[in-house]
C-alpha cells in the first residue's frame, strides 16, 4: 500500500506542475502577416527558453516560452525590428536568453575554451605521434 502511495505521488508531480492558465493570445497563433511571422518564428529559434535546457522558445512548450513567443510576435506585429527585439529581451533576460551571447569578460571563457581544448587536443596527438617514431 505504501508503495502504490510513493508511486502515485512520483506520478502525480508533473501533471501538478502544469498550468491551467491559458497561453498569451499570440504564443501559439501566428501573426496575420507572413512575412511578419517569418521573422518572428526567425528570432524565436535564436532565442534560448529559460526554463528548458537547450530548447529555442520556438520549440518549447514551457509557459514562460509561450510567453516570449507572444512578446516577439506583438513586438514584431508592432514593426520592431528583431535585432531591438532581441536586444530588448536580453536586457531584460540576461546574455542566457541568446543561443549566440555577446563576447564579454562573463562570457570569454565559453569562446575561448574550445579553441584551447583544441590546441591541447593537438599538442597531445603530436607528443604522441612523435613517442612512436622514436
Not at 505521488?9 to 491551467?20: D, H, K, N, T
Not at 516570449?68 to 529581451?89: H, N
Amino acid at each position: 500500500m505504501r508503495g502504490l502511495l510513493t508511486l502515485s505521488l512520483l506520478f502525480a508531480g508533473p501533471a501538478l506542475a502544469q498550468s491551467r492558465v491559458p497561453p498569451p493570445p499570440l504564443a501559439d497563433t501566428q501573426l496575420a502577416d507572413a512575412g511578419q511571422e517569418r521573422t518572428a518564428k526567425a528570432l524565436m529559434e535564436t532565442l534560448r527558453c529559460l526554463v528548458c535546457q537547450g530548447q529555442s522558445i520556438a520549440d518549447s512548450d514551457a509557459d514562460m516560452a509561450a510567453d516570449m513567443r507572444a512578446l516577439v510576435r506583438q513586438r514584431i506585429a508592432a514593426g520592431e525590428a528583431p535585432d531591438r527585439v532581441r536586444d530588448w529581451l536580453i536586457e531584460r533576460y540576461g546574455d542566457y536568453v541568446s543561443y549566440d551571447p555577446p563576447l564579454s569578460a562573463a562570457t570569454g571563457p565559453l569562446w575561448i575554451a574550445p579553441i584551447l581544448l583544441l590546441a591541447i587536443g593537438a599538442l597531445l596527438a603530436a607528443r604522441s605521434l612523435k613517442r612512436r617514431r622514436r
